[in-house]
């Protein structure tokens, strides 16, 4: 089939990802540090939820005028008003959340990333425009960085576009898996639904097994699911991934007031990955026929096997860790 070595490439390449995030693709190395002000400008620090190295490697810095020694900040008159970073964020931790409680008990919070490594923590007067700015500018960096780096949504992503090949119907199903997507999203985010985070990993997994199968039909001349009904399987199995989407924001302890704005802006990063991700393939395989390179005969249903057995094993492994767990 035309195009085949490129997405071979492709599979290979997001296969690449398996050893760094073998069990969940979409979980988030995000690290949440609790400040609670006792008294004006005198806080209690402490980290609720740790990276995976601890904290001794975190380089964590406050406002010039606040001394810290966890669990002490000590920000004097002024309080804890200024800038904050952390100097060294890289592969084992993509952001740090920064919850601040007051004195009258209103708790914000603030994302610092690798994208956005620098926040203005804002006085009482927030949220301002400053601040809904700061907040797209985290949350689009942080659902494009969350959508690259999962292997499993690319790797289903990559199986419609096999199946489907290219012109409005391709662009029709994209659109039926992002309204799915987005909708399992929010639900999961505002607390509407949820599922354990490890049997719906495995179920993510189990969606490309599924794909890749049909892959295979297509290609014998049968005419499978997908291909028939490519908007209906594209939006049942986007309710699945959102939910999986949705674990990236959780454990956040975002403000219910922002978390509307923060999930809006989040969902527009991933779309703008998923987009790339897609204008990619479509690229390499229109470079492939350009160069007008075919595999031999016997090759033709490698990348459907390739797909096949990398989600396969994704899904034994997740799988064992579930029934480990329970």
């Known amino acids: 089939m035309t ?49 995976k190295d601890g904290v001794n490697r975190i380089e964590l810095k406050m406002p010039p005028h606040c001394y810290l020694r966890l669990p002490e900040l000590n920000c ?31 708790t914000r919070s603030y994302t610092i990333s690798a994208a956005n490594p620098v926040v203005t923590v804002l006085g009482t007067d927030a949220p301002t425009l400053e601040t809904w700015l700061e907040l797209a500018k985290t949350y689009v960096n942080l659902g494009i960085d969350h959508i690259l780096l999962g292997a499993d949504h690319l790797l289903f992503v990559l199986g419609l576009i096999w199946i489907v090949q290219g012109g409005w119907r391709l662009l029709k199903t994209i659109t039926a898996f992002t309204i799915g997507h987005s909708a399992s999203l ?26 890749g199968v049909e892959i295979i039909k297509q290609q014998r001349g049968e005419i499978g699911l997908t291909a028939r009904y490519p908007w209906a399987v594209a939006f049942s199995f986007g309710l699945v991934h959102g939910i999986g989407f949705a674990s990236a924001l959780a454990g956040l302890g975002l403000e219910r007031r922002i978390l509307p704005a923060a999930l809006l802006f989040f969902n527009v990063g991933v779309e703008v990955g998923q987009i790339l991700f897609v204008l990619l393939v479509l690229a390499l395989i229109w470079a492939h026929r350009r160069l007008g390179a075919a595999l031999p005969r016997w090759g033709a249903e490698l990348p459907a096997y390739a797909i096949g057995s990398v989600s396969m094993f994704w899904f034994l492994g997740r799988l064992v860790r579930v029934l480990a767990a329970a």
Not at 89 to 94: I, N, P
Not at 197 to 211: H, K, Q, R, T, Y
């Open 186 to 211: 929010a639900a999961t985010a505002f607390g509407l639904i949820g599922v354990p985070e490890g049997p719906l990993n495995a179920c993510i997994a189990l969606s490309i097994v599924f794909v």
């Open 76 to 106: 004097g008159d002024k309080g804890l008003v200024g800038q904050m970073t952390i100097g060294n964020l890289g592969e084992d931790m993509s952001a740090a959340i920064i919850r601040v409680t007051s004195l009258a008990g209103e």
């Open 3 to 51: 195009g085949a070595r490129a997405l071979i490439a492709i599979v290979l390449a997001l296969a690449a990802l398996l050893p760094g995030r073998p069990a969940a693709a979409h979980q988030a190395t995000i690290a949440v540090l609790e400040f609670r002000e006792m008294r004006p400008g005198a806080y209690i620090g402490r980290w609720t939820t740790l990276p």
